[in-house]
């Protein structure tokens, strides 16, 4: 059922510059090989990666009448339990599934593991609200030392520390963050645990491991929240601070570089892919100029045993999403692009779905 409607794919330039918040997109060429399916293809998951799902759909569906692509954020524990019962024929995650729940999907993907395709990399920003919003830098220990309550005013002489010659009020600090099963939790717990573990004895969890700040579902809650009383401070995907009036903290990389959160920044931090489709983080990274907290969204899939009609969408979009005019249109919303190696190995298990 693969289409032929490669031609289709050069007006897509004019969807993504509708879509895009900070002016038009630059040109980018159709993509060779790309093709359309007819059909409908059910997604739900990380809300990480809901702005650049929204932008490849919308420019998918244009380019290719008779498809649909749907997505819904509920966030990375929920669609991959939904993947699991059959109510999502993929799952959007920011972390790699945990060997019960790969045990799990195996009886959806007909006795074989699913796959989990690494889609694009997402620079995760610390935000703040504060009279006048100065910028700020933060080391990993003092972002420890804020979440886990160590620190609860903004004056206080760690972040001072961080910040010398900022003017910080005397208000107290209000973390705020992820209430559901959240991918981008996981991302920001990693960080910490990896490079701050004498401030943040909690481990990596989807779940917010301790009591007390502001809960919230869904990454589109986080900057609302942040946004609604000075002292508040919280983690999210970059893509969702445009539009806002709110700062990102640069942070501390292990080469002692303060590094404000871009595309740019956090493609230096990408590690190695592993045979799984894993793709590493390094985040301690020495690397000049690197920002080091992201995180990776996956696209969890089955390899085969999917409907007859969802299996050839299924490997259109995809191939899509990891083409360079897809990964271009996600990284003008700020996420950094799959460097080409992975491409090319995500392609080639993109094509092994049926």
């Known amino acids: 059922?693969?289409?032929?409607?490669?031609?289709?794919?050069?007006?897509?330039?004019?969807?993504?510059?509708?879509?895009?918040?900070?002016?038009?997109?630059?040109?980018?060429?159709?993509?060779?090989?790309?093709?359309?399916?007819?059909?409908?293809?059910?997604?739900?998951?990380?809300?990480a990666q809901a702005n650049a799902v929204q932008v490849w759909s919308t420019a998918f569906q244009r380019a290719c009448?008779?498809?649909?692509?749907?997505?819904?954020?509920?966030?990375?524990?929920?669609?991959?339990?939904?993947?699991?019962?059959?109510?999502?024929?993929?799952?959007?995650?920011?972390?790699?599934?945990?060997?019960?729940?790969?045990?799990?999907?195996?009886?959806?993907?007909?006795?074989?593991a699913p796959l989990a395709l690494p889609m694009a990399v997402g620079p995760v920003a610390v935000t703040y609200h504060l009279p006048g919003n100065p910028p700020l830098r933060l080391t990993p220990g003092t972002v420890a030392a804020i979440f886990s309550g160590a620190v609860r005013r903004w004056d206080d002489p760690a972040i001072r520390a961080d910040n010398p010659g900022t003017a910080l009020p005397s208000i107290g600090i209000t973390p705020v963050h992820r209430a559901?099963?959240?991918?981008?939790?996981?991302?920001?717990?990693?960080?910490?645990?990896?490079?701050?573990?004498?401030?943040?004895?909690?481990?990596?969890?989807?779940?917010?491991?301790?009591?007390?700040?502001?809960?919230?579902?869904?990454?589109?809650?986080?900057?609302?929240?942040?946004?609604?009383?000075?002292?508040?401070?919280?983690?999210?995907?970059?893509?969702?601070?445009?539009?806002r009036d709110l700062p990102a903290a640069a942070v501390r990389n292990g080469a002692g570089e303060f590094v404000a959160p871009s595309s740019r920044a956090t493609v230096k931090s990408v590690g190695a892919l592993g045979p799984d489709l894993r793709l590493s983080l390094e985040r301690a990274t020495r690397a000049p100029g690197a920002y080091p907290l992201a995180l990776v969204t996956y696209e969890v899939i089955c390899e085969r045993g999917l409907a007859v009609d969802k299996a050839p969408l299924a490997r259109?979009?995809?191939?899509?999403?990891i083409s360079s005019q897809g990964q271009g249109a996600a990284g003008d919303l700020g996420y950094a692009a799959l460097p080409e190696a992975v491409r090319r190995r995500v392609g080639t298990a993109v094509d092994r779905i049926s």
């Open 1 to 47: 059922m693969r289409g032929s409607r490669r031609g289709a794919f050069a007006g897509l330039l004019s969807v993504l510059s509708a879509l895009t918040a900070c002016g038009p997109a630059p040109t980018r060429e159709p993509t060779p090989g790309v093709a359309c399916a007819r059909g409908t293809l059910n997604g739900q998951g990380s809300s």
């Open 65 to 112: 009448p008779g498809t649909t692509i749907n997505y819904e954020p509920s966030g990375s524990g929920a669609g991959i339990t939904s993947f699991i019962a059959g109510v999502a024929d993929f799952a959007g995650t920011d972390s790699p599934l945990s060997p019960d729940e790969l045990e799990q999907a195996r009886t959806r993907c007909v006795g074989a």
């Open 180 to 243: 559901d099963s959240s991918g981008t939790t996981e991302a920001f717990t990693t960080f910490l645990a990896e490079t701050a573990s004498g401030r943040w004895p909690y481990g990596a969890s989807r779940k917010w491991p301790l009591p007390g700040g502001v809960g919230v579902s869904g990454s589109k809650r986080v900057p609302d929240a942040v946004e609604e009383k000075q002292g508040r401070i919280g983690y999210l995907e970059l893509s969702y601070l445009r539009g």
């Open 316 to 321: 259109a979009f995809f191939r899509y999403t």
